[in-house]
Nanobody, 128 residues
Framework: QVRLVESGGGLVQSGASLKLSCAASGRTLSRNVMGWFRQAPGKEREFVAAISWSVTNTRYADSVKGRFTISRDNTKNTMYLQMNSLKPEDTAVYYC?????????????????????WGQGTQVTVSS
């Protein structure tokens, strides 16, 4: 059984940086597409970033492009989200996810419904 655990969230001021981690256990996810989503109070869970299992391709939501960087270390079964220049509108619970499907090396997935495994989330709060 796959388990995903996020860490690294917290309360920061506008303009600060945070790095989230997503540690996977249960089995290796080195051949699984992974991604980050977030959910603000009263809003739908939305796509933030995704990375192919080959690490060659990434995709970002327009709202975070240029500020956030997704990465992964398949040797550690861990994915990361470096968040710079944080804004109050980035405040949300951040979730990591993994898709349980065979995919080509460069595939990234932005659709929430295509992800099978989810972490419990980590809170990120950005004050103005």
């Amino acid at each position: 059984q796959v388990r995903l655990v996020e860490s690294g969230g917290g309360l920061v001021q506008s303009g600060a940086s945070l790095k989230l981690s997503c540690a996977a256990s249960g089995r290796t996810l080195s051949r699984n597409v992974m991604g980050w989503f977030r959910q603000a109070p009263g809003k739908e869970r939305e796509f933030v970033a995704a990375i192919s299992w080959s690490v060659t391709n990434t995709r970002y939501a327009d709202s975070v492009k240029g500020r956030f960087t997704i990465s992964r270390d398949n040797t550690k079964n861990t994915m990361y989200l470096q968040m710079n220049s944080l804004k109050p509108e980035d405040t949300a619970v951040y979730y990591c996810a993994a898709a349980d499907m065979n995919s080509s090396a460069g595939v990234v997935i932005t659709t929430r419904a295509l992800y099978d495994y989810w972490g419990q989330g980590t809170q990120v709060t950005v004050s103005s």
